[in-house]
């Protein structure tokens, strides 16, 4: 297949067969939970197929274009999620879906990765670049700032929190902005340096690394309209939040490619891709991702704003903060992953709880 190990080819034909079953479970009108469990399933291996073929298309490039390509590949599962669960009405669904990735990122994913890292590295300290870790905490605290005030707005009811889809909108425009000046400055910085280490080997050639793309994106289209339409009664009967939903299900399912890509790198002794593509990751979510699809909503009935529960926005600023102190001097050690993995722990019980 392709030319793939048989492992790997395997792993191909598992993911593509429950893909089929999703489909088939949910045309088939069975019970909405088995279409859950199987659709989220199928989501996170499409999300590891996706992550793998950006591998090898970004295998030519450094680890700066690679770790955004295989970032915005890699978000594929979330924005179509959100953009159905939005058309179906499920605002809290989208909300916290994109909060789930961004959290799932910067705290689990970017946590275990330091872990792997440290424990692979000879004195005990994982080491990396230090401009990719700060400008992600400056991309995330202005997307806290601007959610910050229209939640303090939104919670004392000034006039001002009449207008949250228009300030949203603006808050959006000015995010797409500043990510889109860091983002060509970013790619500039890249000093050539391979993505992937001298004689390793790509799974596939770079076209059918391209085609790959193409199938897999459908692909998590069709199988997270799915998922989505079997949300609300799988929820009810597995007796869930959709906040539990959104923070960890989708979080983790939609993010197998950070989950995977960045703790093998870290483990692999490749500090800076590791490190590019989960902060790349969440650089795009909170700056890219987000405010896109907070634009985009507003071509639908139900609209996406930046205003949060209050636990989310302390959450997300204590995320912030937490991530720009452990990353910014561009070094870290496994106590300070583990901080981070805690963090999300506490996080996704609290939701389990709501």
Avoid at 55 to 69: D, I, K, N, Y
Avoid at 142 to 168: C, E, K, P, W, Y
Avoid at 268 to 295: C, W
Wanted: net charge negative; glycine share 10%.
């Amino acid at each position: 297949m392709f030319g793939l190990s048989g492992r790997t080819a395997g792993l191909f034909a598992g993911i593509l067969g429950l893909c089929v079953v999703a489909g088939a479970l949910h045309f088939a009108d069975v019970s909405p939970v088995a279409v859950f469990l199987v659709a989220a399933g199928a989501l996170a291996g499409l999300a590891w197929v996706i992550g793998i073929a950006t591998e090898t298309v970004g295998s030519r490039f450094g680890p700066a274009l690679t770790g955004v390509l295989q970032s915005t590949l890699g978000n594929l599962p979330e924005l179509f999620v959100v953009l159905f669960a939005l058309a179906a009405g499920e605002v809290v669904v989208a909300q916290t879906s994109i909060l789930g990735s961004l959290f799932a990122n910067a705290l689990l994913v970017l946590g275990l990765s330091i872990v792997a890292g440290s424990l692979t590295a000879r004195d005990g300290v994982m080491r990396f670049r230090k401009r990719l870790p700060n400008d992600t905490a400056t991309l995330l605290l202005l997307t806290v700032f601007i959610i910050v005030l229209l939640g303090l707005s939104d919670t004392v009811g000034d006039r001002a929190s009449q207008h949250a889809v228009a300030i949203s909108a603006v808050g959006a425009v000015c995010l797409l902005a500043v990510y889109a000046v860091w983002l060509l400055s970013y790619l500039r910085s890249d000093r050539g340096e391979p993505a992937l280490e001298e004689g390793a080997h790509v799974p596939f050639s770079f076209a059918t690394g391209l085609v790959v793309l193409a199938v897999a994106g459908v692909g998590a289209a069709l199988v997270s309209d799915w998922f989505v339409d079997a949300l609300d009664p799988a929820v009810a009967a597995l007796g869930i939040s959709k906040a539990f939903t959104g923070i960890v299900v989708v979080g983790i399912a939609g993010n197998a490619v950070e989950n995977i890509v960045g703790i093998t790198l870290a483990a692999k002794g490749r500090s800076d891709l590791a490190i590019s593509v989960i902060k790349n990751s969440v650089a795009q979510i909170a700056a890219f991702l987000f405010p896109l699809l907070v634009l985009m909503s507003l071509f639908f009935e139900h609209r996406l704003t930046f205003v949060l529960s209050p636990v989310y926005i302390g959450a997300l600023a204590l995320t912030a903060i937490a991530v720009w102190q452990i990353t910014g001097d561009g070094e870290a050690v496994a106590f300070e992953g583990w901080a981070l993995v805690a963090i999300y722990i506490v996080l996704a019980v609290l939701t389990f709880y709501e």
